[in-house]
């Protein structure tokens, strides 16, 4: 299955598109066991134009607040826990 994921994002990358909303639910398996891509909404054509300029990348934050507050909590416990994990204590 993760060489199927990576085959089709190697595809849209080659073709110039961001797809910025990878996640289980906009995953499908066809009838021969392959993994197929949807929900293009958020995908964004790299490079385009913003008033007349060649843009090479992408400033767009996409998601909900609480994933990137949800982010934010796991990356700062991350510390916390490989210093657990190392030490061999509970955190």
């Known amino acids: 299955m993760q060489a199927c994921v990576t085959s089709a994002l190697h ?3 080659n073709k110039g598109v961001a797809y910025r909303d990878l996640k289980p ?3 499908l398996m066809d009838s021969a066991g392959y993994i197929k891509m949807i929900d293009f909404g958020f995908a964004k054509r790299i490079p385009y134009k913003k008033k007349g300029k ?3 990348q992408t400033f767009t934050l996409c998601g909900t607040p609480e994933s990137y507050r949800a982010l934010s909590l796991w ?5 916390l826990h490989v210093a657990s ?3 061999r204590l509970p955190p």
């Open 85 to 87: 994990m190392l030490s």
């Open 54 to 56: 060649e843009m090479l």
């Open 25 to 27: 639910e906009n995953l």
């Open 11 to 13: 595809y849209v990358h």
């Open 75 to 79: 990356g700062s416990r991350c510390p």
